[in-house]
């Protein structure tokens, strides 16, 4: 068992468990993006998640993932959100601004 302080310590670390997402191409069945509102709100499948009101009018890739959906903004991980309903998701891309 690791003592307390070794918890601490800083170690040299590689990228994230699940660096598929930020590895490889994000298109497929299981991405789909959306633009975010002026108010920092997204909609997928009738379910809105705040993104932030500071990322209002930029593009955001969802990876699904079953039960869940993760949100990414570029290479940043925004956050990671159950599905409140396993309905298919029609729209997979977001509308263009006009």
Do not use: Y
Request: aromatic share 4%.
């Amino acid at each position: 068992m690791a003592t307390p302080a070794s918890r601490f310590t800083a170690t040299e670390s590689g990228p994230p468990a699940d660096a598929s997402a930020l590895l490889g191409e994000r298109s497929g069945e299981d991405w789909i993006s959306r633009r975010v509102a002026p108010n920092g709100v997204i909609s997928v499948a009738w379910q809105e998640i705040s993104c932030g009101k500071h990322r209002g009018g930029r593009r955001v890739d969802i990876h699904l993932q079953g039960p869940t959906m993760q949100i990414w903004d570029g290479e940043e991980l925004i956050k990671t959100v159950l599905r409140t309903s396993q309905k298919e998701v029609r729209k997979k891309r977001a509308a263009r601004a006009s």
